[in-house]
T-cell receptor
Framework: QKEVEQNSGPLSVPEGAIASLNCTYSDRGSQSFFWYRQYSGKSPELIMFIYSNGDKEDGRFTAQLNKASQYVSLLIRDSQPSDSATYLCAVNVYSGGYQKVTFGIGTKLQVIP | GAGVSQSPSNKVTEKGKDVELRCDPISGHTALYWYRQSLGQGLEFLIYFQGNSAPDKSGLPSDRFSAERTGGSVSTLTIQRTQQEDSAVYLC??????????????FGPGTRLTVL
């Protein structure tokens, strides 16, 4: 079992729809959860981080964390063609002064005009 | 600096040559990461530095790969006797290195390595 799992996609949604991106992780000690966006040929850039169970909203983006189910998701409301990118889930375990960050393979999102 | 910088941005080398890739993290960031990303693939973790020490170098693919960090700042990734399968984009990221609240990674623009 991979430590962080994502469906590689592509996930296709029409413009204006809600895109739902999902990620599961295996380490119950995981403490920090991140969503990065990576456009083709570019470096990953942070969209959101979440530490606590529940929802965290930032503009059109909502991150959801359920530690009991070891599940984190990203919702993109009113999807735009400019949201078309690969979305990477990252999970951090921090112990003894050191971090271990694991990235998922990423989900490719295509927003169809 | 304002962000993570990497040099060179592009490197073309011949098989068997050694290459050095450089990363300048965000000022004050104690944690530094190297990743490799082949075309159309996910991020492959290579090594993590906390300060000048490397508590996790489990991702280095072979003994041809090594990395060091000096002064808690600049890091170099060295690939000896390059092979064609080493061709990829090498990404560096840094973070505050503490616990929650300081562990967001910020990525540099990457170095695109092509081994002919």
């Amino acid at each position: 079992q991979k430590e962080v799992e994502q469906n590689s996609g592509p996930l296709s949604v029409p413009e204006g729809a809600i895109a739902s991106l999902n990620c599961t992780y295996s380490d119950r000690g995981s403490q920090s959860f991140f969503w990065y966006r990576q456009y083709s040929g570019k470096s990953p850039e942070l969209i959101m981080f979440i530490y606590s169970n529940g929802d965290k909203e930032d503009g059109r983006f909502t991150a959801q964390l359920n530690k009991a189910s070891q599940y984190v998701s990203l919702l993109i409301r009113d999807s735009q063609p400019s949201d078309s990118a690969t979305y990477l889930c990252a999970v951090n375990v921090y112990s003894g002064g050191y971090q271990k960050v694991t990235f998922g393979i990423g989900t490719k999102l295509q927003v169809i005009p | 600096g304002a962000g993570v910088s990497q040099s060179p941005s592009n490197k073309v080398t011949e098989k068997g040559k050694d290459v050095e890739l450089r990363c300048d993290p965000i000022s004050g960031h104690t944690a530094l990461y190297w990743y490799r990303q082949s075309l159309g693939q996910g991020l492959e973790f290579l090594i993590y530095f906390q300060g000048n020490s490397a508590p996790d170098k489990s991702g280095l693919p072979s003994d041809r790969f090594s990395a060091e960090r000096t002064g808690g700042s600049v890091s170099t990734l060295t690939i000896q006797r390059t092979q064609q399968e080493d061709s990829a984009v090498y990404l560096c990221a840094s973070s505050g290195g503490g616990g929650r609240g300081t562990d967001t990674q910020y990525f540099g623009p990457g170095t695109r390595l092509t081994v002919l």
